[in-house]
């Protein structure tokens, strides 16, 4: 857990940044943007800000009196965690809305539950501390943390609504491998242009797009913060070679693989 983290501790954000664990943000001063896999959100405090593990964050903008606190999640523990909340309805909720309010009059309980959170991570010698800790967050979940999610609970999604959300988790999980539209639309059972038109119709970007949006923002990522040579990347993203990976990465930003990584 980290407190009080303003805008200056976050500078090394100004790049993609692939989370490797599931982690909550606190906002509880100040506004921002950021983009979480692509898609931009508005952030005011009081706001709790969820990111999964492997989504890749950009925050584009933080007012002088940002103020957040952080808690990033184990592996094990937002596994753990999570196959309790697989069968709620907050599990697809909170997939569809990563940035949401906090209401004014839980506040309080939310930075009491933190005190508490802390206080139970000091406690080293209780040789049931993990099992403690997950039960004081499915506790808060339920208890606190669902009212941020209640403007949401009546909310219907449309069979494209559907088709978007699966459309998009099918990309995250096989870009890498997997290019081509149909690909995608066989997965969906939909032909690849009823799969376009309705991608476009429910995001503004077309099915193609959001593919090479996730091709070139994971890039941009390795580039900036791995020490993967550009072949190596290329072979991580799967392209033929390391000269077409260029071409088709120049294509997309301007700036060749080696520009981009010296920018």
Not at 111 to 128: C, G, M, R, V, W
Not at 177 to 183: A, G, I, Q, V
Request: glycine fraction near 4%.
């Amino acid at each position: 857990m980290l407190e009080n983290i303003g805008p200056s501790m976050l500078t090394s954000l100004r790049e993609p940044v692939k989370f490797a664990a599931t982690t909550w943000i606190f906002v509880f001063n100040g506004s921002g943007r950021a983009d979480i896999n692509l898609v931009n959100h508005e952030i005011s405090a009081p706001a709790l800000v969820s990111v999964k593990s492997t989504q890749i964050m950009q925050p584009t903008f933080l007012s002088p009196d940002f103020n957040a606190t952080v808690m990033v999640m184990s592996k094990r523990l937002s596994e753990n965690l999570f196959l309790f909340l697989n069968s709620s309805p907050l599990a697809s909720i909170s997939l569809r809305h990563p940035v949401v309010s906090i209401p004014d009059d839980s506040v309080q309980d939310f930075k009491d539950f933190i005190q508490a959170t802390k206080s139970l991570l000091a406690e080293t010698s209780n040789p049931y501390g993990s099992q403690a800790l997950m039960y004081h967050l499915l506790l808060f979940i339920h208890r606190y943390g669902y009212k941020c999610f209640l403007p949401f609970k009546d909310e219907v999604v449309s069979r494209q609504g559907r088709m978007s959300d699966q459309f998009l988790a099918l990309v995250q999980q096989n870009f890498r491998k997997e290019r081509f539209l149909d690909f995608y639309a066989s997965k969906l059972e939909v032909t690849p242009k009823h799969l376009s038109r309705t991608i476009k119709k429910q995001t503004g970007f077309t099915a193609v797009e959001w593919i090479e949006r996730y091709v070139i923002l994971e890039a941009k990522v390795l580039l900036k913060s791995s020490n993967l040579n550009i072949q190596q990347i290329a072979d991580e993203l799967n392209f033929p070679s390391q000269s077409f990976f260029g071409k088709y990465f120049k294509k997309q930003t301007g700036l060749s693989p080696k520009e981009f990584r010296n920018s």
